[in-house]
């Protein structure tokens, strides 16, 4: 059984930054693709990012594409999210994930182990 656990969430004003990153407890799975979804209230969770199992492909959501990016460091088995230039907008909580194969994969179907998530707040 491998569980994700995210931190670095929290409460940031509009145009500033975060990094979240994601570790799993237990057994390592280095060898799979990780992504990140986030769900606002009253929404559905919502494809965000993701990295292939190698780091070397990666896919982002449209409203993202340019101030956030994934990257992973499989030595310290995390992955992490950068977001900079936050906007109200991106308020949410954000979920790692774990997929059954290599990825880099947008669909929340490909992913199988899921984090509690981290609170994201952006102020205006």
């Known amino acids: 059984q491998v569980q994700l656990v995210e931190s670095g969430g929290g409460l940031v004003q509009a145009g500033g930054s975060l990094r979240l990153s994601c570790a799993p407890s237990?057994?390592?799975?280095?060898?799979?693709?990780t992504g990140w979804f986030r769900q606002a209230p009253g929404k559905e969770r919502e494809f965000v990012a993701a990295i292939s199992y190698s780091g070397g492909d990666t896919d982002y959501a449209d409203s993202v594409k340019g101030r956030f990016t994934i990257s992973r460091d499989n030595g310290k088995n995390t992955v992490y999210l950068q977001m900079n230039i936050l906007k109200p907008d991106d308020t949410a909580v954000y979920y790692c994930a774990k997929a059954y194969g290599l990825g880099p994969y947008s669909s929340r179907h490909k992913y199988d182990y899921w984090g509690q998530g981290t609170q994201v707040t952006v102020s205006s």
């Open positions: 237990g057994r390592t799975y280095n060898s799979y693709a």
